[in-house]
C-alpha cells in the first residue's frame, strides 16, 4: 500500500497529465512523498489550460490519450517561448523502438515505461531537473559576462589610446589561470575582473584620459582614485564580489610602492598580482599618447628585471613562459 504524505513542502513544480485515474493518483502520491508539488490534469486539453497560467519545472505526460494525445501536447507546449526549456517526459507502456525514435526526433528528454517503478521515477525526474538547473545557471552566467563586456566596452571607448586592452588583458589572464589550473568557478571570476579592472576610470574626465602630454600632479592624482571608484561600484553588485580584488589591488606593487593602498608582497591579492603583470605588458607593447609601442621580447625583459621589485617573482617566471609559448600562437 502506497503511504499517503505527511507534511508535504513544496519544491520543485511538476505537471502530471494522465488519463487513468489510478496511475496518476499513485504517481502524484510517490512524487508529493519526495516534496514536490503535482499539479494534476486528465488529458491533454486541460493540460494546455492549466498551462495558461502555471509555469512548471516539468512536465510528465502519457503518449496516448484520448483528444490532445501526448505528442500534441508537447508540440503545443514548444510552441510557447515560456514554456520551450521545461523538461519534458513521456509516460508510455510502448516501448517500442519506433516510439522512442519518434520522441528523439521532437525533443523528448527521456521515457518512462508502465508499471512505474516508484525509483525509477524519482531518479530520473531528479536528473532531468538537476541537469535543468545547470543549463540555467550557464545562461544566467553568460548573461552576466555579456553585460560585463558591454559595461566594460562603454568604458573602453572613451580612451582612444586603449581600444583593445580590455580583451587584450582578458585573454592573457586566462592563459594565466590555465597554465596554474584554476578551477572553472575561478577562471569565471578571472574573466569579470580582467574585463571590469578599469572601470573605475568613469570618474576621470576625457580630457585627462586623452591627454598626450604628462599630467600634471593633480590629474594623476585623480587618475590614481580608480581603482578606489571601480571597487566601489562592484560592491553593490552580489555576484561581482569576488572581482573586486582585481579591480581595487590591480596597480599594487610587490615592494609597496604601488597605489591605492600601497600593500607590498603577498598580503596583495594573488588575482591582483597576476593581472598587475598583464595591465603593464599589454601597457608598453601597444602604443600610448606618452610611448610608442615597445617590441614584445623587450617588454618581457623589463617583466623580467621588476621581477621582486614591482611583481610577483614565482608569478612573472609562469607569465614569461606563458607569453612565449602561447602568444606566438595567438
Known sequence: MIPKPT?????????????????????????QIDNYLVIQTGNGTEALKVLNNFTPDLILSDINMPGIDGIELYK?????????????????????????????????????????NRQDLL????????????????????AYLETVKVLANAIEGRDHYTRGHVDRVTK????????????????RMMEFGARLHDIGKIIIPD??????GRLTPEEWALMQQHPVAGEKILSGISHLQAARPYVLYHHEHWDGTGYPEGLQGREIPLEARIL????????????RPYHPARPHDEVLHYV???????????LVVVFLDV???????S
Open 172 to 187: 592573457y589572464a586566462l592563459w594565466m589561470a590555465e597554465e596554474l589550473r584554476w578551477p572553472d568557478e575561478q577562471m
Open 7 to 31: 507534511i508535504p513542502v513544496p519544491s520543485k513544480r511538476i505537471l502530471l497529465v494522465e488519463d487513468n485515474d489510478a496511475i496518476r493518483e499513485g504517481i502524484a502520491q510517490h512524487l
Open 276 to 287: 598587475a603583470i598583464i595591465d603593464v605588458y599589454d601597457a608598453l607593447t601597444t602604443e
Open 123 to 142: 531518479s530520473t525526474i531528479n536528473a532531468r531537473l538537476l541537469r535543468s538547473a545547470e543549463v540555467e545557471v550557464a545562461h544566467i552566467g553568460q
Open 76 to 116: 503545443e507546449i514548444r510552441k510557447n517561448p515560456r514554456l520551450i526549456t521545461v523538461p519534458f517526459l513521456f509516460l508510455t507502456a510502448d516501448n517500442s523502438a519506433q516510439s522512442r525514435r519518434l520522441g528523439r526526433e521532437l525533443g523528448v528528454e527521456d521515457y518512462l515505461t508502465k508499471p512505474i
Open 323 to 329: 607569453m612565449n609559448k602561447r602568444l606566438p600562437e
Open 207 to 212: 580630457q585627462i584620459l586623452n591627454k598626450r
Open 304 to 314: 623580467e628585471l621588476q621581477a621582486g621589485k614591482y611583481f610577483d617573482s614565482d
